[in-house]
């Protein structure tokens, strides 16, 4: 029997095509000619081509949950004996369905700028749907003509598929794709807003405010995204790192910064009308290092799980409608930035300053692991050498960065905008914070040397100090600002924090994740443990103070694999004797995947704020005796609570009031007068 | 008196400048202390490698020259391009997917005895994958002999075998 799904599916995505050229060129013009009927139809064909892509991929998805092996690409990555939520996963787990994915969420982002920014001039909405309906042009010529997902075998199909790949078959995976490509595809919205924007010649404060939600939103997502990347690599590969300075991971890092860059220009453009043409020059570049990354990750010049694709012709059109996109933007930024005056002036000692020194730093930490990325595939394009870039190239460039971005991060907040005097910032609290900050650092890091038994480390003293620095500082802003409210409005010091801006609690928040991220990883990279040694079942391993006792192997089927599953138990020791038995259970696997012929590695993981402990399966040596890596990682969970910290950050950022839509209700309400006024004022 | 817009824009350049040249001074210095090349294990039997200097080797593992001490997880192997092998020592794990006449790249120092102190060693992501530097060490030599093993690959597939 064979199934029609996939024509259906195959045919929406072809209708696709004609609605997005339309969503590209109808608003524009009818922005334009000032045709008004024209200038509206930005929702409605949006609309539309969310609905066909939402079609096109729920019969994709319905042919892998329905094992219909006559699409090549269900019978290349998926297998009856999958379960099926990783059938769901694997939808997006290969080359075609990323790309599809991608183009929905594009479609997605679309309809809510569509819907949700009813309240943009109608010019300025029609050229922004137009933009992103471009882009959407772009894609689908993609997908139709290279990476058609649909493409069929109905005269021999398979009886079996060949499986996903066993690394992707896992939770993180799920999810990993989708919140990264959220964000990515994110900051084409910004990238619509700056290119509408140029031609229109609109660049406001209004034009800041509107951007911002947009990206601050693609922003956390991006960030959700990496940190479970991260953390996936560090359970799954079975190597205990959590970051490699691997090429697609800093595809995915690259933007990140551009955004956080841009998130930061963008204050100061809604607040002060000043870096107008940066923060549009951000925006292009946000969107086209997500292009870039694209372009990296699914052109397979890259080793790696993630490049599917090793097709030139797919490389070369990325490539293309990469030079395309961000050619043309420089060129529409190059004829119109000139005609872009800064609004206000601003002294060296102003909130301005600092957030265009925080702008610097992120741009050469930007600059950083683009050359270090892009060198290796240059040489090779020239055919000078085949070269990789160590990972110690980008920890000796980017560490010193930080620690520059935080301290100008810690002061900033306590600037005002425009200019201040210098006598009122130095007797700010800062003197009493780094106290205090040394402090902690010095009994931090004497604890810790105790504890794991090692030298002073000077490393995680300047992290400590750093990190608590930070946070000491941003919490001090927010309680000062709270107290001068308080006392200004005579009420309760409880009272003042809650009258704190929400978007002002999200800066409060990120900027803390920052410090909390950067706790995990100087103390991480100080006091991790690791032993690699050869175990049969009785054997004991003493390391960082547990008693790691292999005390069973067993071999167990799973629904498409065998495992041989290993079982520690793992008790703190105290003077070389066990304190409470081996209560902690550690069972990492080693699986055997049938469809693929894959061995893969389950590391066994106990996590705790203060530390984790890890255990993996190397090889089989002879028998019942295996090659096992221990590893006792402190403070490691820090660096994902960090990230995750951001990123709530954010979400209070975009759920600020001053961004809340306004609700059709409150029409005669004074907001509309509100925002006029700001915008007289700019 | 400079005129504040154009002294706020001379301090922005200044800015760009100072940053510009700065990083460009450090991003070479650390690029060029841990740029790692490749060499074919005939260029290093050609004796074109560095000795005692961080390089990368990749080709395919000699099939029976895989040796594990199982006490201190020791373990040394050949690695091939058919026209040259290079013997590599590297202690600890070895990745999933090393296997026999597989490929694999390893990281690390060449000796004076032109034996391969490996750091660190990576296999293949997947069955069918092959890392392009060592599909491009293989170029030309026996590049018939990892054909048949994707051939074999897809012999062994299931959905052929109906």
């Given at each position: 029997m064979i199934s029609v799904i996939p024509e259906i599916g195959h045919l929406a995505l072809l209708l696709c095509l004609p609605i997005a050229t339309a969503l590209a060129v109808l608003p524009m013009a009818g922005a334009a000619a000032s045709w008004h009927l024209l200038q509206r139809s930005g929702p409605l064909l949006s609309s539309g081509l969310w609905l066909f892509l939402a079609v096109a991929f729920a019969c994709l998805t319905y042919s892998f949950l329905h094992d219909d092996f006559s699409v090549v690409l269900v019978a290349q990555h998926s297998n009856t004996a999958l379960p099926s939520y990783y059938k769901f996963s694997a939808v997006w787990g290969n080359h075609e369905g990323s790309l599809l994915l991608w183009v929905f969420i594009l479609a997605s982002w679309t309809l809510a700028v569509a819907y949700l920014g009813k309240s943009l001039p109608p010019d300025m909405h029609a050229r922004v749907l137009a933009v992103l309906g471009g882009i959407a042009v772009g894609f689908l010529l993609f997908i139709i003509f290279t990476s058609n997902p649909f493409e069929r075998n109905l005269i021999s199909p398979p009886l079996e598929g060949n499986d996903l790949n066993p690394l992707l078959q896992d939770i993180g995976l799920i999810l990993h794709p989708p919140?990264?490509?959220?964000?990515?595809?994110?900051?084409?919205?910004?990238?619509?807003?700056?290119?509408?924007?140029?031609?229109?010649?609109?660049?406001?404060?209004?034009?800041?405010?509107?951007?911002?939600?947009?990206?601050?939103?693609?922003?956390?997502?991006?960030?959700?995204?990496?940190?479970?990347?991260?953390?996936?690599?560090?359970?799954?590969?079975?190597?205990?790192?959590?970051?490699?300075?691997?090429?697609?991971?800093?595809?995915?890092?690259?933007p990140w910064l551009a955004g956080t860059a841009l998130i930061h220009s963008l204050a100061a453009t809604e607040k002060r009308g000043v870096f107008r043409s940066w923060t549009v020059l951000l925006a292009i570049l946000a969107f086209s290092l997500s292009l870039l990354g694209t372009f990296l990750v699914r052109s397979g010049i890259l080793v790696s799980v993630h490049a599917f694709a090793s097709d030139p012709t797919r490389g070369m059109f990325i490539l293309l409608f990469l030079a395309v996109t961000v050619g043309g933007s420089l060129l529409l930024y190059a004829l119109r930035a000139p005609t872009i005056k800064p609004l206000a002036t601003f002294k060296l000692l102003s909130r301005e300053s600092w957030l265009l020194i925080n702008n610097s730093l992120l741009a050469v930490s930007l600059a950083v692991v683009l050359i270090g990325t892009l060198f290796p595939l240059v040489m090779s394009a020239l055919d000078l050498g085949s070269y990789s870039v160590g990972?110690?190239?980008?920890?000796?460039?980017?560490?010193?960065?930080?620690?520059?971005?935080?301290?100008?991060?810690?002061?900033?907040?306590?600037?005002?905008?425009?200019?201040?005097?210098?006598?009122?910032?130095?007797?700010?609290?800062?003197?009493?914070?780094?106290?205090?900050?040394?402090?902690?650092?010095?009994?931090?890091?004497?604890?810790?040397?105790?504890?794991?038994?090692?030298?002073?480390?000077?490393?995680?003293?300047?992290?400590?100090?750093?990190?608590?620095?930070?946070?000491?500082?941003?919490?001090?802003?927010?309680?000062?600002?709270?107290?001068?409210?308080?006392?200004?409005?005579?009420?309760?010091?409880?009272?003042?924090?809650?009258?704190?801006s929400r978007s002002y609690w999200g800066m409060v928040v990120a900027h803390s994740g920052i410090a909390v991220m950067a706790l995990g990883i100087g103390l991480t990279s100080s006091y991790s443990v690791q032993k690699e040694l050869a175990m049969s079942p009785g054997a004991v391993a003493d390391v960082a103070g547990y008693r790691f006792v292999l005390e069973k192997l067993e071999d167990v089927k799973g629904p498409n694999y065998s495992a041989t599953i290993a079982s520690f138990g793992v008790g703190r020791l105290s003077d070389g004797t066990l304190v409470k038995g081996l209560p902690i259970r550690l069972q990492p696997e080693k699986r055997f995947y049938y469809a693929a012929k894959n061995v893969m590695t389950e590391a066994g993981i106990h996590g705790r704020l203060t530390r984790d402990l890890y255990v993996s399966l190397g090889d089989s040596l002879e028998d019942e005796r295996w090659a096992v890596?221990?590893?006792?990682?402190?403070?490691?969970?820090?660096?994902?609570?960090?990230?995750?910290?951001?990123?709530?950050?954010?979400?209070?950022?975009?759920?600020?009031?001053?961004?809340?839509?306004?609700?059709?209700?409150?029409?005669?309400?004074?907001?509309?007068?509100?925002?006029?006024k700001e915008q007289a004022v700019v | 008196m400079m005129h504040p817009v154009r002294k706020q824009r001379l301090m922005i350049v200044a800015v760009i400048v100072v940053g510009a040249s700065l990083?460009?001074?450090?991003?070479?210095?650390?690029?060029?202390?841990?740029?790692?090349?490749?060499?074919?294990?005939?260029?290093?039997?050609?004796?074109?490698?560095?000795?005692?200097?961080?390089?990368?080797?990749?080709?395919?593992?000699?099939?029976?020259?895989?040796?594990?001490?199982?006490?201190?997880?020791?373990?040394?192997?050949?690695?091939?391009?058919?026209?040259?092998?290079?013997?590599?020592?590297?202690?600890?794990?070895?990745?999933?997917?090393?296997?026999?006449?597989?490929?694999?790249?390893?990281?690390?120092?060449?000796?004076?005895?032109?034996?391969?102190?490996a750091e660190q060693v990576l296999a293949k992501h997947d069955e069918k994958y092959m890392p392009p530097e060592v599909a491009k060490a293989l170029e030309g030599k026996s590049a018939s002999d990892y054909k048949n093993s994707y051939s074999n690959d897809n012999d062994s597939d299931p959905a052929s075998e109906y």
């Open positions: 919140l990264l490509y959220i964000g990515y595809v994110g900051f084409a919205v910004a990238f619509a807003f700056a290119i509408a924007a140029l031609i229109g010649g609109k660049l406001d404060a209004a034009w800041a405010r509107w951007t911002r939600p947009w990206t601050t939103v693609a922003w956390l997502f991006l960030t959700v995204g990496i940190a479970l990347g991260s953390w996936w690599a560090y359970y799954e590969l079975g190597w205990g790192g959590w970051w490699f300075w691997d090429p697609v991971e800093n595809a995915s890092f690259m990972p110690p190239y980008f920890n000796k460039l980017f560490l010193p960065l930080m620690v520059l971005l935080m301290l100008f991060m810690g002061v900033a907040p306590y600037l005002n905008w425009k200019h201040n005097r210098l006598t009122p910032v130095l007797v700010r609290p800062w003197y009493m914070v780094s106290i205090v900050a040394l402090g902690i650092a010095m009994l931090a890091v004497a604890l810790l040397s105790q504890r794991y038994v090692t030298q002073w480390r000077f490393g995680a003293f300047i992290t400590v100090a750093l990190s608590s620095w930070l946070l000491l500082m941003t919490l001090t802003h927010a309680g000062l600002k709270a107290r001068r409210f308080a006392s200004a409005k005579n009420s309760s010091a409880w009272q003042g924090l809650a009258s704190l890596r221990i590893y006792v990682k402190p403070f490691i969970r820090c660096i994902w609570l960090g990230a995750l910290m951001m990123a709530a950050g954010g979400l209070l950022v975009v759920i600020d009031k001053r961004y809340m839509p306004r609700l059709p209700v409150r029409t005669d309400a004074p907001s509309d007068t509100v925002a006029s | 990083a460009t001074a450090l991003v070479t210095t650390a690029l060029k202390d841990n740029l790692n090349l490749f060499y074919e294990p005939d260029r290093i039997a050609a004796g074109e490698a560095p000795v005692g200097r961080k390089i990368r080797v990749g080709g395919m593992v000699v099939p029976g020259s895989i040796v594990r001490n199982p006490e201190t997880l020791a373990v040394t192997f050949v690695l091939t391009d058919y026209s040259a092998d290079v013997a590599v020592q590297y202690q600890g794990i070895l990745p999933d997917l090393f296997a026999e006449d597989a490929g694999a790249v390893a990281t690390g120092v060449l000796n004076a005895e032109g034996v391969f102190m």
